[in-house]
């Protein structure tokens, strides 16, 4: 029998998170006050999260301890499956090995619980008793509903509008684990009504969404609000993912020529990328890691790098990414978790310093990447990860056309059971292409205010 599943038990459960800061050649730049255009201290973030994942954000130690108590909710699920992704290279033809890391086996499905079990256990230990939070399409929602439950603390979820009406059973997963859940934008908040003023059918976006839980959580000192991606130690808790795939990898007798991850703030993209490009910054290795985005929000491939707000309100500090501009709503595409206007800070330098890559698919294209993945590997994917799946397709007919054998790694963050509706509107013909003209996406730019680089 072939080897499909490289599997470690559960004392393999990596015992530190892996931080990419300490090995960049260029250091992230600071994030400014929006009012002043000053760098701004780790303080400044005080109002919104606790102290220990603020240290963890700033923090230049190549290494942070995973507390017990994490790792051993991990086990949970952890380690996850890596399978070498044998029917798909059959379907493909190609030369190429390929291999998938699979992130679905978690409770609510994707990478998330990863850091959302890591956040809700240092927000127990500082007394929070709420967490507030935005979530596109759900996972995030989900993750830190969880989470939550699992600590004993109350959980408010924001969910953009668009999902919300799209997955429903999202919401009632979210409720399951003790979660209240908002239609994002809502009544509940200040920026919420004023933007339901000036557009009530707004489908909403997590720029929306991000501003209603941060404003919640600056208005209680007892209630802290969590993010699911792009901040810098949301990207240390994922390097969980990689650290484990490269043992797996290493048992199987292999190391990636490729790489590749779906990308939506940096965040599952960075936990699988960035134990390897460790090895790029230690080893001098040359492992090709890319990004990859949808055609519709195509910040990495298509937005400048500049300062910009991470929320559409505009109450976050300015930080140093690729953007589309923070009030750009992009098309209302079924992966969710793919529609934010900006990158995290550390992927935004590595790119910029080209030892990432990025590519762009189109809507339509990923669907087909997703069902040719489903009918050869069994595993039906999350709209976000059938991204992945269209460029290590792409890469894998390359090695065919080339002749030549490279390994391909990739993540695939999420199953797609809740997202049956994105499926049944690719097989009714209602998905189209969908290209943005560089005069939406310059207009989108000629909006910000914010400095340049
Ligand atoms: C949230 C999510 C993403 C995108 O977020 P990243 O921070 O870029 O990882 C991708 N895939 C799935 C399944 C998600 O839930």
Redesign the pocket.
């Known amino acids: 029998m072939k080897n499909r599943k490289i599997l470690l038990s559960e004392n393999e459960i990596p015992e530190k998170w892996y931080n990419i800061i300490a090995d960049m050649p260029n250091k992230p730049l600071p994030p400014l006050h929006p009012g002043t255009l000053e760098p701004i201290g780790p303080e400044a973030l005080a109002p919104l999260f606790p102290m220990e994942l603020i240290k963890q954000e700033v923090t230049t130690d190549k290494w942070v301890d995973i507390p017990d108590e994490v790792r051993n909710i991990y086990s949970l699920w952890r380690p996850t499956p890596l399978y070498r992704a044998y029917g798909l290279e059959k379907a493909l033809d190609t030369p190429a090995k390929i291999y998938y890391k699979y992130?679905?086996v978690s409770p609510s499905?994707?990478?998330?619980p990863n850091t959302a079990v890591a956040q809700a256990y240092y927000n127990k230990q500082e007394g929070v008793k709420t967490i507030t939070t935005e979530t596109?399409?759900?996972?995030?929602g989900s993750?830190l509903a969880f989470a939550c439950n699992h600590f004993g603390i109350k959980c408010e979820v924001y969910m953009v509008k668009l999902s919300y009406d799209h997955k429903p059973y999202r919401k009632t997963m979210m409720n399951t684990w003790g979660a209240k859940v908002f239609p994002s934008p809502s009544e509940a908040t200040a920026i919420g009504r004023k933007i339901l003023a000036e557009n009530p059918n707004t489908t909403g976006s997590l720029g929306i969404a991000i501003s209603e839980a941060v404003e919640r959580a600056a208005s209680d000192e007892h209630t802290k609000y969590a993010l699911?991606?792009?901040l810098n130690h949301?990207?240390l808790h994922?390097t969980i993912v990689g650290q484990e795939a490269l043992k797996q990898l290493e048992k199987a007798g292999d190391l990636p020529d490729i790489v590749i991850?779906?990308?939506?703030?940096?965040?599952?993209?960075?936990?699988l990328a960035f134990p390897f490009l460790r090895l790029n910054f230690e080893q001098g290795k040359n492992i090709r890691c890319i990004?990859s985005e949808p055609s519709s929000c195509p910040k990495l491939t298509r937005g400048e790098f500049r300062y910009d707000f991470g929320d559409t309100g505009g109450m976050t500090p300015l930080l140093p990414m690729y953007t589309l501009g923070h009030t750009f709503v992009p098309a209302p595409i079924h992966?969710?978790?793919?529609r934010?206007h900006g990158a995290?800070v550390i992927v935004s330098q590595l790119l910029r310093d080209q030892l990432i890559e990025a590519v762009a698919h189109d809507n339509l294209e990923v669907f087909e990447a997703g069902v040719i993945f489903a009918k050869a590997e069994g595993i039906i994917?999350?709209?976000?990860?059938t991204?992945?799946i269209a460029t290590v397709i792409n890469e894998a007919q390359k090695c065919k056309e080339e002749g030549v054998s490279r390994t391909i790694l990739f993540?695939l963050?999420?199953?797609?059971n809740f997202d049956m509706k994105a499926y049944e509107d690719y097989f009714s013909g209602k998905i189209q292409k969908h290209e943005l003209s560089d005069a939406e996406i310059k207009a989108s730019l000629a909006q910000l205010t914010t400095p340049t680089i």
Request: with cysteine; hydrophobic share 30%.
């Open positions: 992130e679905g499905g994707s990478h998330k596109g399409a759900g996972q995030w993750a699911g991606s792009v949301v990207k994922q991850a779906p990308f939506g703030g940096g965040s599952n993209f960075a936990g990004a992966a969710g978790g793919l934010y995290g994917p999350a709209p976000e990860a991204h992945g993540n963050c999420g199953h797609g």
